[in-house]
């Protein structure tokens, strides 16, 4: 009786990243406050950028109803996006980004690589064909 139990638990959890399984789902992990930590740009880290939402200290909000917020530091000025959505794709794996930030738009897909209540790992290509990685960690307290 215990495996059975056991095994219908581990089925009905979900795989971020794979094989390493969560009773809680992704839509309940993703939200929070995130701090891009980490940036790699073609498979080079880099500590700052012109792009300020993949900057290392970045702070990304993310709210439960798929609207979210975006803080940075950018030329000593501190500001907060104006317009900023996502929405989750547990299945594929992806999240689509929508928002405007320091005068720029960004719109893109990125595949989790990870997703826990601590780490949220993205990777995506961008218009003129980089590759970024933003490794972002939880601020949040549980």
Same mark, same amino acid.
């Given at each position: 009786?215990?495996?059975?139990?056991?095994?219908?638990? *581990?089925?009905?959890?979900?795989?971020?990243? #794979?094989?390493?399984?969560?009773?809680? /789902?992704?839509?309940?992990?993703?939200?929070?406050?995130? =701090?891009?930590? @980490?940036?790699?740009?073609?498979?080079?880290?880099? !500590?700052?950028? $012109?792009?300020?939402?993949?900057?290392?200290?970045?702070?990304?909000?993310?709210?439960?109803?798929?609207?979210?917020?975006?803080?940075?530091? @950018?030329?000593?000025? *501190?500001? =907060?996006? +104006?317009?900023?959505?996502?929405?989750? $794709?547990?299945?594929? &794996?992806?999240? $689509?980004?929508?928002?405007?930030?320091?005068?720029?738009?960004?719109?893109?897909?990125?595949?989790?690589?990870?997703?826990?209540? &601590?780490?949220?790992?993205?990777?995506? $290509?961008?218009?003129?064909? !980089?590759?970024?990685?933003? #490794? *972002?960690?939880?601020? /949040? +307290?549980?």
């Amino acid at each position: 009786m215990i495996m059975v139990l056991s095994a219908v638990a *581990l089925t009905s959890c979900e795989n971020y990243p #794979e094989g390493v399984p969560s009773f809680f /789902s992704s839509e309940y992990r993703i939200v929070g406050a995130w =701090q891009v930590s @980490h940036t790699y740009l073609n498979g080079e880290e880099i !500590d700052s950028t $012109d792009y300020v939402a993949y900057s290392p200290t970045t702070y990304y909000y993310m709210y439960a109803d798929h609207v979210m917020s975006l803080t940075g530091i @950018h030329n000593g000025e *501190l500001r =907060q996006s +104006s317009f900023a959505t996502y929405i989750l $794709d547990p299945k594929a &794996k992806t999240i $689509d980004f929508n928002f405007s930030f320091f005068g720029k738009r960004y719109v893109f897909t990125a595949n989790i690589m990870r997703l826990s209540r &601590k780490e949220f790992f993205i990777e995506f $290509d961008d218009e003129y064909g !980089d590759h970024w990685r933003l #490794e *972002l960690f939880s601020r /949040s +307290s549980y």
